[in-house]
């Protein structure tokens, strides 16, 4: 039977930036076009965190009974290591479903927006099916674009949407800037378990692309939401705030480009949610300096 501290470890605290840093984005927006609610804010922040946790569960579950995790690099996955049965994992990914899933209703009957309950039913068929199912996406190269989407412009514009209604086109650029961001963490992951992915058959992108060119999207991934922040920044200045968070995003991008494997990319893999999360940040105060200036 699993500890407290292997289902804290299971459920993945270090990948919550991903979780956070849309609702960040998607706030600052709303302050900016004059708008304060911080109970809708905070139910955001509950489906979000709910989500990545529950998504987390059910990756441990669905790549454990296939084996995926057998040989594992990264951290503990309960399936994969006995810790835990399978069906207390895929329960515990369910109740982070279910948790979401409320949490959405009621953000959804305060700001009236109803259409968005069919977008929350498909982030969660979304979350399930990625490693889910007969057939899951995330094992035919198609994890990237999905995490670009969810993370990127689901979240972040159903944040501002909740909020303060349609969003700016500078929040629509920087949601841009999220989803790119969040999609180098996945890569970061994805690059560590290119061995073992295509021993088990998990052709991910990065099994697809191989380590050379899996290493230089990981920078291009990097790269682009500074541009974004550049040039949002003709615009209004504030959002130049985000280029605070380039020394953050350097030292990884440098450790992939000189080649750091196996539990080095751990490091890669943590200090690539740091700078999401910096950069998601900044970019918030400048979004919502937005505003007065």
Avoid: H
Avoid at 247 to 259: C, E
């Amino acid at each position: 039977m699993a500890t407290p501290a292997q289902w804290l470890e299971g459920a993945r605290p270090r990948t919550l930036p991903t979780a956070i840093s849309p609702v960040l984005v998607g706030t600052g927006a709303a302050i900016g076009a004059g708008v304060v609610a911080p109970g809708r804010a905070l139910l955001a922040l509950v489906v979000a965190v709910s989500l990545v946790i529950a998504v987390n569960f059910a990756n441990d579950y669905s790549d454990g009974i296939r084996g995926t995790d057998d040989d594992r690099v990264g951290p503990l996955r309960l399936v994969g290591s006995r810790a835990a049965a399978p069906a207390q994992v895929k329960r515990a990914a369910f109740i982070g479903f279910g948790v979401a899933a409320v949490a959405g209703l009621a953000l959804v009957a305060l700001s009236g927006q109803w259409w968005l309950i069919a977008v929350g039913a498909v982030c969660i068929a979304g979350a399930w099916f990625y490693t889910g199912g007969k057939r899951p996406y995330g094992y035919a190269g198609l994890g990237e674009v999905a995490v670009f989407v969810f993370f990127g412009p689901v979240a972040v514009l159903g944040t501002v949407v909740t909020q303060s209604g349609a969003p700016s086109p500078i929040a629509i650029v920087a949601t841009v800037g999220v989803g790119l961001l969040t999609c180098a963490v996945l890569v970061a992951n994805n690059l560590r378990d290119i061995p073992t992915d295509a021993m088990t058959g998990k052709r991910t992108l990065a099994v697809a692309l191989g380590d050379a060119d899996t290493r230089k999207l990981y920078a291009g991934l990097m790269l682009v939401p500074f541009v974004l922040t550049i040039g949002a920044g003709t615009r209004s200045w504030p959002l130049l705030l985000a280029l605070l968070a380039a020394p953050v995003a350097i030292a990884p991008v440098r450790r992939v480009l000189r080649g750091a494997d196996g539990r080095k990319l751990i490091k890669v893999l943590q200090e690539t949610s740091l700078a999401l999360l910096t950069w998601s940040f900044l970019t918030a105060v400048g979004l919502a300096l937005s505003g007065w200036f």
